[in-house]
């Protein structure tokens, strides 16, 4: 698919959850290092607080994160004892996130030497506002739009549809599609750690696309083997996108 010129895209994250690295705070500073001559010079060390489910019931845990992020505090690395995270406010193209993923990813492999991935994920946000004389729901496949009630008075509809559904490449894949009537975008879609490059009409209602692909399966860690299954990701993903949007909103952002 071309790139789009007025991509409504905010926000796209790729995460492998590898087998626990419990020293992996000892790996850091090495890890620092590369990703500084990598290009990502700002760094962060960070505590995530987490819920756990169990039997017990609902346990808060404190997890430590180190952050890599570009100077321009759009793009960076995610790093924790189970996990490495890629994520950016500033999507280019598949190929270019795919070869930025790619080179941290070998980075993290040389210094920790990763020996087993549990899942793989790759997930992107849209968010819109309609133009002038038109409607969010014009943006929407026929059959996403929801039912409008303003001819009995009822206006500013809040909605949010999940769809969950398997995929050919063994993965599942969720799409959220909702609609805020605030024009403000939920804070747990873009981390807020990082810069966002769009500036949202609060006056205005917003769209909101979220498609989230993962495959859980344990497996013997390998670069090639996780960049294969993020491109099996990616190409149901783009034709998710396809199938949800209408041909009105692909023209629109053209």
């Not at 009822?154 to 609609?179: K, Q």
């Not at 009537?181 to 981390?191: A, K, S």
């Not at 860690?221 to 998710?240: K, P, V």
Request: glycine share 8%; net charge negative; no cysteine.
């Amino acid at each position: 698919m071309e790139k789009l010129a007025k991509s409504p895209l905010v926000y796209v994250v790729a995460q492998v959850r590898i087998g626990a690295v419990l020293k992996m705070a000892d790996y850091v500073p090495e890890i620092q290092e590369r990703m500084r001559k990598a290009g990502y010079s700002l760094y962060r060390p960070n505590e995530v607080r987490e819920l756990e489910f169990g039997p017990g019931g609902t346990e808060a845990r404190v997890t430590r994160q180190w952050a890599f992020d570009r100077i321009d505090r759009r793009t960076g690395f995610l790093v924790q004892t189970g996990s490495v995270a890629f994520h950016t406010t500033a999507y280019d193209t598949h190929e270019a996130f795919f070869a930025d993923l790619r080179q941290g990813l070998e980075i993290v492999q040389d210094v920790v030497g990763i020996a087993a991935s549990e899942r793989l994920g790759l997930r992107y946000v849209d968010a819109f506002q309609a133009g002038a004389d038109h409607t969010l729901a014009d943006y929407l496949k026929e059959g996403l739009r929801g039912v409008g009630l303003e001819h009995i008075g009822a206006h500013r509809p809040r909605s949010f549809t999940n769809l969950i559904m398997e995929t050919d490449v063994g993965g599942r894949l969720v799409v959220r599609i909702g609609l805020n009537p605030e024009g403000v975008l939920p804070p747990n879609l873009v981390p807020q750690d990082l810069v966002s490059a769009q500036a949202f009409d609060a006056n205005k209602p917003v769209g909101i696309l979220d498609y989230d692909h993962f495959v859980e399966k344990s497996e013997a860690f390998s670069i090639e083997g996780a960049m294969d299954r993020f491109n099996d990701l990616h190409g149901i993903l783009s034709e998710a996108f396809r199938e949800t949007v209408s041909d009105f909103a692909l023209e629109d952002w053209r």
